[in-house]
């Protein structure tokens, strides 16, 4: 029989991360057994438990430099790339990125506190949201963070504020362009149907009410169509729109001067993904912006973007423990992790599909069986993979899942009271925490018995 070649026999990429499953600095090493970082994840299981999110800190930057340069290389006019933080949000990685002269997109006063906290300048920082709450936006507002305006709510409050302290404040707006991706429903968001955004059909009566506005400047607009998107038609035709809108506007008096298309470029999770590079993505966008100012005369405007899982989502890894096994003859074999939901929600809320391998025989040499990778959770969704090929594996072998960097960590949570794993960094043969294994008595902390149940001893 012919052996199917491991995706770890894949040639790397090394100018668009987002082209690979694995982070660039992995390697299989002497003894057979999977690095990164130059750290052999075994010893730093030993060291720090299981499980473990691991980030690589190499092809962090990687992803940040391909869109610095593609940016550079295709749009003449400014242009600040804008790390979406929801994606993986902790002080590393707000301290990481704006070190990489990026922005930060945040979406609540905790998001907003981890960046200002990581160091990104609050010019740079811009502040989305479908329902902010007051607090969170005299928050932003106080700390001179630009809030993209999502509905007439937020207008209404923005009003009222820079009425009240008498004061200039610089918007932006969100709109849904009509643009239908074939991505998960759940994270399609360029559509008229969604919750996020004012309809484009709306903008000519908000132009006029924020002209009506005492304080208000409109200086920029922003669209975002969707997440792990792999085509490149969307946002050929985004541009196009944004770019009317901007003339639109012009007739309302608005000079606008920020065009941000948002995020979405795909990863590859699995072999038969195949996203667009992040240089082509970026021409994309680039060229269909400059094509649409070159038709009307207009200045170019300094182009953002937001990407999120394009930068971080393939320098993550999470490695897990094998515990228990579970053989249900002819039908299949469970094998359970000491992770799961809680740590990964994405295969139980989007059937996502990642790639694994044994970290002690990663390239599955030997005889192959066919498993179902499940979590520890109460919830008989709470399966990793449905069927993966593995090597013969036994309790106490540890599990390299691939891809995890975004949409995992920030997305955790403590379901059956189950402790956030630690987050590691590594770099040149370092290892490095970023984020603490919480113990079960952390969990405890916000917990409160009311007087009258406390118990008399
Ligand atoms: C989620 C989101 C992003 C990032 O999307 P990715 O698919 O992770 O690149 C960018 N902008 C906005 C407004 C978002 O909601």
């Known amino acids: 029989m012919e052996e199917k070649q491991s995706f770890l026999k894949q040639k790397i990429d090394l100018e668009s991360p987002n082209k690979n499953i694995v982070p660039i600095t992995t390697s299989i090493k002497g ?6 970082g130059g750290c052999s994840i075994e010893e730093l299981v030993k060291k720090y438990d299981s499980p473990l999110y691991i980030l690589d800190e ?7 430099e391909a869109y610095k340069k593609a940016l550079e290389k295709y749009y003449p006019g400014e242009s600040l790339p804008i790390y979406a933080s929801k994606a993986n949000s902790s002080i590393f990685m707000s301290s990481l990125i704006s070190s990489e002269g990026f922005g930060l997109d945040a979406v609540s006063e905790g998001e907003l506190l981890t960046a200002l906290k990581g160091g990104v300048p609050n010019e740079k920082i811009v502040f989305h ?17 630009k809030v993209i305006v999502d509905n007439d709510h937020d207008l209404e409050r923005l009003e009222e504020l820079s009425n009240s302290l008498n004061r200039d404040l610089e918007i932006m707006i969100r709109f849904t362009p009509g643009i239908e991706c074939h991505t998960h429903e759940y994270i399609r968001t360029g559509s008229f149907d969604s919750k996020f955004g004012f309809g484009i059909e709306y903008l000519n009566i908000l132009f006029a009410n924020i002209r009506d506005t005492k304080h208000l400047k409109l200086t920029g607009i922003h669209a975002h169509i969707g997440s792990q998107i792999f085509e490149l038609d969307p946002h050929n035709d985004l541009g196009e729109i944004m770019v009317n809108v901007i003339l639109e506007a012009k007739k309302f008096g608005h000079n606008i001067n920020e065009l941000n298309v948002g995020g979405g470029l795909g990863i590859k999770y699995t072999e038969s993904d195949d996203p667009p590079s992040i240089d082509e993505w970026v021409k994309t966008i680039s060229n269909s912006v400059v094509k649409a100012c070159e038709k009307n005369n207009l200045d170019f405007p300094t182009l953002m973007c937001e990407p999120g899982r394009s930068i971080v989502s393939t320098a993550g ?12 003859p002819g039908i299949r074999t469970y094998l359970s992790v000491d992770g799961g939901m809680s740590d990964n929600p994405r295969p139980i809320t989007y059937q996502s599909n990642y790639s694994a391998c044994l970290v002690n025989n990663p390239l599955n040499n030997n005889s192959h069986n066919k498993y179902t990778i499940a979590g520890k959770h109460c919830e008989s969704g709470d399966v990793l993979f449905k069927e993966i090929d593995l090597a013969e594996c036994k309790t106490g072998d540890l599990i390299c899942v691939f891809g995890t960097g975004a949409y995992n960590n ?12 630690a987050a590691l960094l590594v770099c040149d043969g370092e290892a490095e925490i970023i984020q603490k294994r919480e113990s079960p008595s952390d969990l405890l902390k916000y917990d409160v018995l009311p007087n009258r149940f406390i118990r008399q001893n």
């Open 31 to 36: 003894d057979g057994k999977l690095s990164v």
């Open 410 to 421: 920030s997305m955790s949570s403590n379901y059956n009271r189950i402790p956030r794993p």
């Open 58 to 64: 190499f092809t962090l930057r990687k992803s940040c």
């Open 317 to 328: 890894i999470t490695i897990y423990k094998i515990g228990a096994f579970k053989e249900i």
């Open 129 to 145: 949201g479908n329902n902010k709450s007051d607090k969170e936006i005299e928050f932003a507002v106080r700390n001179n963070i």
